[in-house]
């Protein structure tokens, strides 16, 4: 039974594509479940982020702005980045460095990281928060330029596109589209606030740290720092692999929510 059981995981994480796809929560689904899909006014913008984040990162003295997900987020940056952009090989694969390490250039980085969910030290100045939230809680200390978050990774809430931005310095033509017209997406921003009002930024780790540890325990492979993630240098998990030999193997698929 033992062996079956253990058979059944690693088909279950082998037969998931390589992108990270994690699940919505029981309790958070009852939670955002009553948020209304239909806004007739306008409504300010105003958000809780910045607080929530706090125990991680401090982000009082930046600019927010919401967005639809941080992929969409990091469209609007790089598409009008003027300088070189460098990255971490494997890190996320929306984002590719041009330029050389001798012009002008910014890093882009995950953290944690997109390679493996491990915890790294910060030297980006273009920083990717997907999965935060989804880890015990760690300081990050850093001088970033921009700051990209959303829920979708740690919460699962992926299909609903929310998500921020923050920006050392006001950006006009987000000033604009955010507070003037006031064109952003209601009902992602509500189910965001909701989440946020209810969940610590560690709730998602507490909630599954034990089954994370015993199912890398059974499977021989190694948890992350993101509750969701594991590696593994195993032959088996060679389509995961993203820096070298070390595959990022997904463990959504296993857990009993």
């Known amino acids: 039974m033992k062996a079956n059981t253990e058979i059944i995981m690693k088909e279950a994480i082998l037969n998931l594509s390589t992108a990270i796809r994690t699940p919505i929560l029981p309790e958070v689904k009852d939670t955002i479940k009553h948020i209304p899909t239909d806004y007739d006014g306008v409504v300010n913008y105003s ?3 910045c607080e929530w984040l706090k ?3 401090d982000l009082s003295d930046y600019c927010v702005y919401p967005r639809n997900g941080i992929t969409e987020g990091l469209d609007w940056w790089y598409n009008r980045e003027s300088r070189g952009v460098h990255m971490d090989t494997g890190d996320y694969q929306w984002v590719s460095p041009r330029g050389n390490m001798y012009d002008e250039s910014v890093k882009y980085q995950s953290i944690p990281s997109s390679i493996d969910g491990n915890w ?3 030297t980006g ?4 928060l997907a999965y935060v939230g989804s880890t015990s809680i760690q300081k990050i200390d850093h001088d970033a330029d921009i700051v990209f978050y959303s829920l979708s990774k740690s919460f699962g809430v992926r299909n609903i596109r929310t998500g921020w931005i923050f920006t050392r310095m006001p950006d006009a033509r987000l000033e604009a589209l955010t507070h003037s017209a006031k064109y952003y997406n209601y009902y992602a921003h509500s ?3 909701n989440i946020i ?3 610590d930024i560690d709730y998602v780790h507490r909630r599954l740290h034990s089954q994370q540890v015993d199912v890398c325990k059974k499977l021989d492979i190694i948890a992350s720092d993101s509750v969701w993630l594991a590696t593994s240098t195993h032959d088996d998990y060679s389509k995961f692999r ?3 030999n070390v595959a990022r193997v997904c463990l959504a698929g296993v857990y009993e929510l």
């Open 242 to 244: 993203r820096n070298g």
């Open 197 to 199: 009002s209810n969940y």
């Open 125 to 128: 100045e273009i920083l990717d």
């Open 47 to 49: 958000t809780n982020i």
């Open 120 to 122: 790294r030290a910060t």
């Open 191 to 193: 189910v965001a606030e």
């Open 55 to 57: 125990p991680v990162i």
